[in-house]
């Protein structure tokens, strides 16, 4: 994602890096009728204490779609 050819070859589908990128991309996509999927990138685990970084991460996320009153955004 630090090349820049990246960013701007995924920009369409990945409006960013943080939470409040996809938050903010998914409330815009809302006032359109368009649903949204929003996943953690490399999520692959190796280790145990992973997995638990990756549940809190979604269920960070789950709150912020919540608070933003997206509906049916698909995580």
């Known amino acids: 994602m630090r090349a820049t050819f990246v960013q ?4 369409r589908f990945m409006p960013g890096t943080r939470m409040e990128d996809a ?4 409330a815009a996509l ?5 649903t ?6 490399g999520e692959n685990l190796t280790r145990v204490e992973e997995a638990e970084e990756v549940s809190q991460h979604y269920r960070r996320l789950i709150e912020l779609i919540n ?4 509906g049916r955004a698909h995580v």
Request: hydrophobic share 55%; no cysteine.
């Open 23 to 26: 938050i903010a991309a998914a």
């Open 8 to 11: 701007r070859s995924v920009a």
């Open 67 to 70: 608070q933003a009153e997206i």
């Open 36 to 41: 949204t999927i929003l996943t953690h990138l």
């Open 30 to 34: 809302k006032a359109s009728g368009i």
